[in-house]
Structure formats: C-alpha cells, structure tokens
C-alpha cells in the first residue's frame, strides 16, 4: 500500500478508534493517536497507532495544534460518554471546538466529525430537561462550528452503535429521517477509512445507519 499522510484520532483508545486505526494503517496512512492514559498505549500500539498522552479537556489550542503538526486530517470520536453534562460540554464541545481551530492553525486540511445522526434535529426537538439533551446541544454546536471552518470536513451521523462486525455496508438517511436505526461501530470505522482514503464526502454531513449499499456507492 503506497504511503500516505498522518491521521490523528482523538479519543484513540475509544472503541471505534481502536477499530478505526488498523484499518487506517492498512491504507497507508501513519496514525497518531491522543489518549487519555499512558496505561492505554499499548492497546493503541496493537492498533498499529503511536499513542499520544494528552487529555483533550485540559489541552488548549495551541497544545492541540502542536499534537496535530504534521498531520492532514484529525478524527474526532472523543466523547464524556453521557451522564455528566459539564463533562459533557467540555470534551463533546468545548474540547471538539478548540480541536477544529488547533487543526485549522496547524495547517490540517482534513477533519472527520464523529457525530451522531439526530445531531442536527434533536435541538429543536427534545425538552431541555431530557437527559440526553446536554449531548445534543454539545454535538449540534460543534458540528456546527466546524461547518464555519475552512477544514475541509465530514461530519459523519451514524445511528445507535452497536458491536456488530462491519457488514461495509450502509444505508444513508436525511438528517431529519424520524428514525433512528442501528449503525456498527466497525462500519463506522470502515466509513473513517474510506472518507480519509478517497476523499468522499467533502464539506458535508453524512447520516448513516447498517444497510445493503456498499460503502463506497452510498458515500461519494
Ligand atoms: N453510543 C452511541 O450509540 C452513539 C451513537 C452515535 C454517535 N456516538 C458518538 O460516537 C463517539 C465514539 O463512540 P465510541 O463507542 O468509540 O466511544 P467510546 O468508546 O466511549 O470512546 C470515547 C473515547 O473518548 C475518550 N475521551 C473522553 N474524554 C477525553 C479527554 N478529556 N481527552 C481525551 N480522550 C477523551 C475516552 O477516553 P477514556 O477511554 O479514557 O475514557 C474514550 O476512549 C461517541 O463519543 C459519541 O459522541 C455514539
């Protein structure tokens, strides 16, 4: 596989990184990625990436864009994981945010969004009193400043993942599609791949749940 640039995954020892970054390495691309834990690098190093020790809710822009040199495209799928909505706020947002302007300063061209497919509608939708509110207003404001980049990003919408195998196979939906199916981790890692390696989905949003068109037709 011919040599290609370095990929940096934020939130690298989160599940679909870990299945992102093999897959990654097998097209070529040099993976870099920022964990949390010095104690989580070697799970990183099986996942053929070289791990970077750095809490994404303490670093600033400039730290970021230091981790980021480099590289031409950054992934986020860090997330807080729900429950706590300070936490939630500063690593889903906040930390996202600064991420997007460290990768603009650092000259990064690419930037994937791992977000989630209701992002865009929820806002409106759900009582601000519903639990899973904070998440929602968190991703919809990220996605939303990183539309006003000059990054050339995808902002991918997968449904409720789930730990199946990947099938490589999708069915994408709008993003005000009611409702909201299953999408496998590893199909988002498949997805990862393909945006980075054939640069699909460029300056756009992408909602998909597990379907039966193959991955490369459904995103062009
Ligand atoms: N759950 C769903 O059904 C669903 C649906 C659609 C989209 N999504 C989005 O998909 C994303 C990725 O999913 P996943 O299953 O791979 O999540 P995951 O396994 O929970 O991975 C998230 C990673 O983010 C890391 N992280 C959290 N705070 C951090 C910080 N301050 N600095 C650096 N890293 C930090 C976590 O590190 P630690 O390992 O140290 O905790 C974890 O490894 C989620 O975050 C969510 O936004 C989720």
């Known amino acids: 596989m011919a ?13 679909i990184a870990l299945l992102a970054a093999p897959k990654l390495a097998e097209a070529g691309f040099s993976v870099r990625s ?44 860090a997330g ?9 706020r500063a690593v889903d947002q906040d930390a996202a945010i600064r991420s997007m302007d460290a990768a603009e300063q650092a000259g990064v061209s690419r930037y ?3 977000s989630y497919a209701r992002s865009e ?10 639990s899973f509110y904070p998440y929602a207003a968190a991703k919809h404001h990220a996605d939303n400043h990183l ?3 000059k990054l050339n990003y995808a902002i991918l919408g997968p449904g409720k993942l789930t730990e199946e195998p990947a099938s490589g196979t999708v069915r994408v939906v709008e993003a005000d599609d009611a409702e909201v199916a299953s999408t496998s981790r590893e199909n988002v890692a498949e997805v990862i791949r393909h945006v980075l390696q054939s640069d699909a989905a460029e300056r756009t949003r992408v909602n998909f749940f597990d379907g039966s068109t193959p991955i490369a037709e459904a995103i062009r």
């Open 147 to 149: 539309r006003s980049t």
């Open 3 to 15: 040599e290609r640039g370095t990929v940096v995954i934020i939130g690298g020892h989160g599940k």
């Open 34 to 77: 920022l964990i949390r834990k010095a104690e989580q690098a070697e799970d990183v190093r099986s996942a053929q990436a070289e791990p970077v020790v750095l809490d994404v809710e303490e670093a600033g822009t400039a730290a970021l864009a230091e981790a980021f040199a480099g590289a031409e495209a950054v992934v986020f799928s």
């Open 121 to 130: 509608t929820d806002i409106h939708t759900l009582d601000t009193d519903s």
């Open 112 to 114: 994937v969004m791992v």
């Open 80 to 88: 807080a994981g729900g429950g706590n909505p300070e936490r939630t």
